[in-house]
């Protein structure tokens, strides 16, 4: 912002234009701020004074390297971004939205939520940066972000444009449309969209199914000509996101469900099994419920034996056999019979003379 570039300004103009001189530079005299606002130091201090009342915390020192100075408060005052800060805040958001160094997961402040990963935060914090990006401005945003990569364990890369059009959807709560691939058939979806969820590998949709009348979980990196509609809703009692979403993706796709009762406190095992691979419900200080699913049983049990934890099966009730058979054959692998001689033959015995 040029806080030159006209001689007559309102008083709102004007303290936004002294806001800026304020975040641009440490400190400035009152003559050198009446110099560059083409007006008096009194007026100076009377918009200093409505910067304060705003929550901006503007301190005055005296003396020779004194002046006004932007300082930090209690509380975080809205920020004042020229147009090359808002593309390079933004770029950020984006990329830190899509590849997040988070292995939590968490549902997206978008519509209302309780994000608790930093890719959550850089979506919320997009979302209300792209309600008053002007347009001009989201191409160049669009520009920088198909021409940077990034390497390492993130998450399945989603499509910007879908994430932010989803976020917008959940916020204003209006109707989402998409296409998304059931088996070998792609249909149409329309849905209501209740929260954006990440997991430490993918990004996730909760929405009502307006088609199947239900909660439905839907993979945000499988969609394609994400939509939002004009269409506005009520929304609809509704479960906890994340963990409706976690217990989806760790059970609910599997063939096979099964629970465990293991005693170690819940903190022990959550920093032990990635959120991908099971849901940890504490049970009181020592013990806690793990909730896993998989193609087969016996991977399941040989995954919670590994912790290291003492357990005890709850679910399903045929699991008990799975793991008895699998204690016996562990058991016959530490006590294998006697080897054979060379020639595969067991020499006969001879009595001694």
């Not at 570039?5 to 050198?32: C, H, I, K, M, Y």
């Not at 997040?100 to 994000?115: I, L, R, Y």
């Not at 149409?188 to 993918?202: G, H, I, K, T, W």
Request: charged share 25%; net charge neutral.
């Amino acid at each position: 912002m040029d806080a030159t570039d006209s001689p007559e300004r309102g008083t709102t103009e004007r303290v936004l234009a002294l806001l800026g001189l304020l975040q641009q530079q440490n400190t400035w005299t009152g003559p050198e701020l009446a110099a560059r606002l083409h007006t008096t130091p009194r007026t100076v201090r009377r918009d200093i004074g409505r910067l304060r009342a705003l929550g901006y915390p503007v301190h005055a020192a005296l003396g020779v390297r004194g002046g006004y100075s932007l300082g930090p408060g209690q509380r975080l005052p809205p920020l004042l971004l020229d147009d090359e800060e808002a593309i390079a805040t933004a770029v950020c958001l984006l990329l830190g939205a899509e590849n997040p160094a988070t292995t939590d997961t968490a549902g997206t402040g978008a519509g209302g939520g309780e994000g608790r990963g930093g890719g959550d935060a850089a979506l919320r914090a997009l979302t209300k940066l792209d309600q008053v990006l002007p347009a001009r401005l989201r191409e160049e945003v669009r520009a920088l972000t198909v021409s940077v990569e990034s390497f390492g364990q993130g998450r399945a890369p989603a499509d910007p444009e879908a994430l932010m059009t989803l976020a917008r959807a959940c916020r204003d709560r209006t109707e989402a449309g998409f296409d998304y691939p059931s088996g070998a058939v792609v249909a149409a979806r329309r849905v209501e969209p209740y929260r954006l969820v990440a997991s430490d590998r993918r990004w996730y949709l909760l929405a009502w199914d307006l088609d199947r009348d239900g909660w439905r979980t839907f993979r945000v990196d499988r969609m394609s000509g994400v939509t939002a509609r004009t269409w506005r809703f009520v929304p609809r009692p509704a479960p906890d996101a994340a963990s409706y979403v976690q217990e989806g993706v760790v059970s609910r796709v599997y063939p096979h469900r099964a629970r465990f009762l293991v005693h170690a406190p819940a903190a022990t095992v959550r920093a032990q099994v990635p959120v991908s691979a099971a849901v940890v419900h504490p049970r009181g200080e020592e013990r806690c419920e793990v909730v896993s699913g998989a193609a087969d049983l016996d991977s399941v049990i040989l995954h919670v034996l590994l912790l290291g934890h003492e357990f005890q099966v709850l679910d399903p009730p045929d699991l008990g056999d799975r793991c008895r058979a699998l204690a016996g054959r562990l058991l016959a692998a530490a006590h294998p019979p006697p080897a054979p001689p060379e020639g595969g033959r067991p020499r006969p015995d001879v009595p001694k003379p």
